[in-house]
């Protein structure tokens, strides 16, 4: 009795860099032996790879997310050329995003191969300045965020002896706000407004003319 045995192989293609490698999965493809996402001084965040070398390469894209799921290409910086030699490239992203924002370079060819980077992640925490007014208020205040909240947010009137006067919360997609202050005595009072981790505080007075 003769037994055949039938092997069934699977091919995984691979387009792109596997995690944390930067390895070619396309000869085409330029080689990168580095890519960072940084920080700048004025808030902004520097984006910088270098290429070990480049044959045929038509361009780089820089694609941003806020969830590393759905992208969006920010920028195209084209390539310099055939190179043996490293040549390493900027692009600074003068609007990142408070939170989270992932950032991966797609690699294009003349002939349209197209492989990316692994994913960096760069958590920004910037206080955005509050609006309030008017200050001194008699009757109500006026809080504009001047940003999108990411969140709901609450809103805490506090006595200058620590007292909590007043606490209301709004829907993320309220960004302006009017509190009334009729009920409470003349005095200086804190609002504080907490976003998620994002917590500030001002000075209010309140004055009934």
Not at 82 to 104: C, E
Not at 108 to 125: R, S
Not at 186 to 205: A, D, P, W
Request: hydrophobic share 40%; glycine share 6%.
């Amino acid at each position: 009795m003769k037994i055949i045995f039938t092997a069934i192989v699977v091919l995984v293609v691979s387009t792109g860099f596997s995690t944390g490698m930067y390895a070619q999965s396309n000869n085409s493809l330029p080689v990168l032996t580095t890519f960072s996402a940084s920080i700048t001084s004025s808030k902004k965040i520097l984006i910088s790879w270098t290429t070990k070398q480049q044959i045929n390469t038509d361009c780089f894209m820089i694609e941003k997310s806020t969830d590393g799921i759905g992208w969006d290409c920010i920028a195209v910086v084209k390539a310099t050329g055939n190179s043996t030699i490293p040549v390493t490239y900027t692009q600074l992203d003068a609007f990142p995003l408070k939170g989270s924002n992932f950032y991966r370079i797609g690699l294009k060819t003349q002939n349209g191969d197209i492989g990316y980077t692994p994913t960096k992640n760069i958590h920004l925490d910037v206080p955005v300045k509050i609006n309030i007014y008017p200050n001194p208020a008699a009757n109500t205040v006026n809080i504009v965020l001047g940003h999108i909240a990411l969140t709901d947010w609450n809103v805490y009137l506090i006595s200058s002896s620590g007292k909590m006067m007043a606490q209301k919360r709004y829907n993320n997609l309220l960004s302006a706000v009017s509190l009334s202050v009729t009920d409470y005595p003349t005095g200086e009072y804190i609002l504080e407004i907490v976003e998620g981790n994002s917590r500030q505080t001002n000075k209010l007075m309140i004055n009934h003319y």
